[in-house]
């Protein structure tokens, strides 16, 4: 079981890596949406950007849902009543 520290910094790990999730995202839509456009090509005379930066996109933020759910999330009550807070603050959640 995670003491009370461990799950604020089993939190932050989680906050930064949904940051860096959006961040990779981000990237993959501006590749695949803006980085497409020079291209000729079409798809159901659809230009190959615009399924890139949507379709694309969309596939590629749900890789990131599932890499992040199943290598960095954890499940856990951060107000556990049992736990006792780390010797810096002292205090008991009793």
């Known amino acids: 079981m995670f003491t009370y520290k461990q799950k604020h910094e089993q939190a932050n790990r989680e ?13 993959v ?7 497409l456009a020079g291209l000729d090509i079409t798809l159901f005379h659809t230009p190959l ?3 890139g930066g949507t ?6 933020s749900i890789v990131v849902v599932v890499v ?22 002292g205090v008991c959640h009793e």
């Open 15 to 27: 906050a930064i890596a949904t940051v860096v999730a959006l961040v990779v995202t981000i990237v």
């Open 29 to 35: 839509w501006i590749a695949c949406g803006f980085g």
């Open 49 to 51: 950007w615009v399924i």
């Open 55 to 60: 379709i694309g996109t969309w596939i590629c």
């Open 68 to 89: 992040l759910a199943k290598k960095v999330f954890v499940g856990f009550d951060l107000d556990d009543e049992n736990d006792v807070s780390d010797s810096e603050g």
